[in-house]
Nanobody, 126 residues
């Protein structure tokens, strides 16, 4: 079965950096779009960043553009999120997802072919 496992979360001071990793297993993901979402307590899960199957297309939420960078390594079935200049408002549980198309991945709906990890907590202190 498909499994996505996030790692790299933690506690960091404002202005600091973290690198999140997501390991995918259970199938080949080289033809799938992959992305990162986040969810704060009491709020809906929101799109953070996404990357196409070949890495040529990336998309970012306006709140993280210029600070976060998404990348992937298809040889390892991995996707990464480099987060720089972190702010307290970046505090959330971060989720990795995979979708059969860039649109499906970015929409983040629970549809066939869209899979999610269990999440990793990122806390940014002021």
């Amino acid at each position: 079965q498909v499994q996505l496992v996030e790692s790299g979360g933690g506690l960091v001071q404002a202005g600091g950096s973290l690198r999140l990793s997501c390991a995918a297993s259970g199938r080949t993901f080289s033809s799938q779009s992959m992305g990162w979402f986040r969810q704060c307590p009491g709020k809906e899960r929101e799109f953070v960043a996404g990357i196409s199957w070949n890495g040529y297309i990336t998309s970012y939420a306006g709140s993280v553009k210029g600070r976060f960078t998404i990348s992937r390594d298809n040889t390892k079935n991995m996707v990464y999120l480099q987060m720089n200049s972190l702010k307290p408002e970046d505090t959330a549980v971060y989720y990795c997802n995979v979708g059969p198309s860039f649109v499906e991945m970015k929409l983040g709906r629970n549809r066939p072919g869209v899979y999610w990890g269990q999440g990793t907590q990122v806390t940014v202190s002021s």
